[in-house]
């Protein structure tokens, strides 16, 4: 069991997990408190079959990545690891965008079904609330677990842990527990996920590069593993720990081509500034709060 994989794994079944948990305990707290009760079992359907068709994609995914021979298992890997990167990208800015109005916006989803009585209209709110972040989790672990290799039990079996984390959160958030602060929590996981996704977009540069698809900027940029080097081999003792734990973790290697680092490097950069810098309010609720109402 390769602890860097496997902390990877838990970080990102922990906090997708939490916000898929967040969604349903939101909406399972909000039916209580209006006396719907009777409907739970509705959001648990949908939230269920959200959850299995998450899996069979992720499993049919992870499947096919094997059915591949050189070098269209190299190629397939690399676009497996860029799309991983690219969707818990586009995933970090929404949830940094959409986390203050999401609590609103579900109240607003379950009183239109109640309203409209449609015996699947909960159940399709919890699928669609909750089949976004699986999917993300699936495609994200797929990429993870790629980079992984031999070690892809790892970062699966971290991500069930991470899974369960989040399934007692979200317990403890229904049952009014504030076990944690939430925007503190998406905010650190937040900056964590930009280092694991800068690791799998220079990862996927080097599985273009194995391929023959990228012939620039291959020289190597540095050499440091007689320092720190990524192999957990016997004779580089602690130090090649270290390296195998940071090289799961954040995409680290001892001995970097100049196009996978400068990529690794410019993303870390600007992703990490575009997602720590204020957040502006937006034209429209800057408008709506100075027009006066029945104006």
């Given at each position: 069991m390769d602890l860097g994989f496997l902390t990877t794994g838990l970080l990102t079944g922990l906090r997708e997990g939490v916000e898929a948990a967040l969604i349903v305990s939101i909406i399972l707290a909000y039916l209580a408190k209006t006396g719907n009760q009777r409907h739970f079992s509705r959001i648990?359907?949908?939230?269920?079959?959200?959850?299995?068709?998450?899996?069979?994609v992720g499993v049919i995914l992870f499947v096919?990545?094997?059915?591949?021979?050189?070098?269209?298992e190299q190629i397939f890997e690399g676009f497996a690891?860029?799309?991983?990167?690219?969707?818990?990208?586009?995933?970090l800015f929404w949830m940094r965008r959409t986390a203050a109005n999401i609590k609103g916006e579900l109240h607003a989803g379950v009183d239109r079904a109640l309203m409209e009585g449609g015996i699947f209209g909960l159940a399709i709110l919890a699928f669609t609330a909750v089949i976004r972040e699986g999917i993300e989790t699936a495609l994200f672990?797929?990429?993870?677990?790629?980079?992984?290799g031999a070690q892809a039990t790892s970062t699966l079996v971290g991500a069930v842990i991470g899974l369960a984390i989040a399934v007692a959160i979200g317990y403890g958030l229904y049952r009014g527990a504030r076990i944690i602060n939430l925007r503190t929590f998406f905010a650190w996981t937040g900056i964590a996920l930009i280092f694991i996704a800068a690791g799998l977009l220079s990862h996927g540069i080097h599985e273009f590069?194995?391929?023959?698809?990228?012939?620039?900027?291959?020289?190597?940029?540095?050499?440091?593993?007689?320092?720190?080097?990524?192999?957990?081999e016997p004779q580089n003792g602690a130090a090649g720990v270290v390296g195998s734990i940071l090289r799961a973790l954040?995409?680290?290697t001892s001995t970097?081509?100049?196009?996978?680092?400068?990529?690794w490097l410019a993303y870390i950069v600007v992703v990490l500034y575009l997602y720590t810098r204020p957040l502006r309010p937006s034209p429209a609720r800057s408008t709506s709060e100075r027009t006066p109402v029945g104006a």
């Amino acid at each position: 069991m390769d602890l860097g994989f496997l902390t990877t794994g838990l970080l990102t079944g922990l906090r997708e997990g939490v916000e898929a948990a967040l969604i349903v305990s939101i909406i399972l707290a909000y039916l209580a408190k209006t006396g719907n009760q009777r409907h739970f079992s509705r959001i648990w359907l949908g939230a269920g079959a959200a959850i299995t068709l998450s899996i069979v994609v992720g499993v049919i995914l992870f499947v096919t990545i094997g059915g591949f021979e050189e070098p269209a298992e190299q190629i397939f890997e690399g676009f497996a690891m860029l799309i991983a990167a690219a969707v818990v990208t586009w995933m970090l800015f929404w949830m940094r965008r959409t986390a203050a109005n999401i609590k609103g916006e579900l109240h607003a989803g379950v009183d239109r079904a109640l309203m409209e009585g449609g015996i699947f209209g909960l159940a399709i709110l919890a699928f669609t609330a909750v089949i976004r972040e699986g999917i993300e989790t699936a495609l994200f672990l797929m990429g993870q677990a790629t980079a992984a290799g031999a070690q892809a039990t790892s970062t699966l079996v971290g991500a069930v842990i991470g899974l369960a984390i989040a399934v007692a959160i979200g317990y403890g958030l229904y049952r009014g527990a504030r076990i944690i602060n939430l925007r503190t929590f998406f905010a650190w996981t937040g900056i964590a996920l930009i280092f694991i996704a800068a690791g799998l977009l220079s990862h996927g540069i080097h599985e273009f590069i194995e391929a023959g698809w990228i012939t620039f900027g291959t020289a190597t940029a540095f050499d440091i593993s007689g320092i720190l080097p990524h192999e957990p081999e016997p004779q580089n003792g602690a130090a090649g720990v270290v390296g195998s734990i940071l090289r799961a973790l954040v995409g680290y290697t001892s001995t970097p081509e100049w196009i996978t680092f400068v990529a690794w490097l410019a993303y870390i950069v600007v992703v990490l500034y575009l997602y720590t810098r204020p957040l502006r309010p937006s034209p429209a609720r800057s408008t709506s709060e100075r027009t006066p109402v029945g104006a």
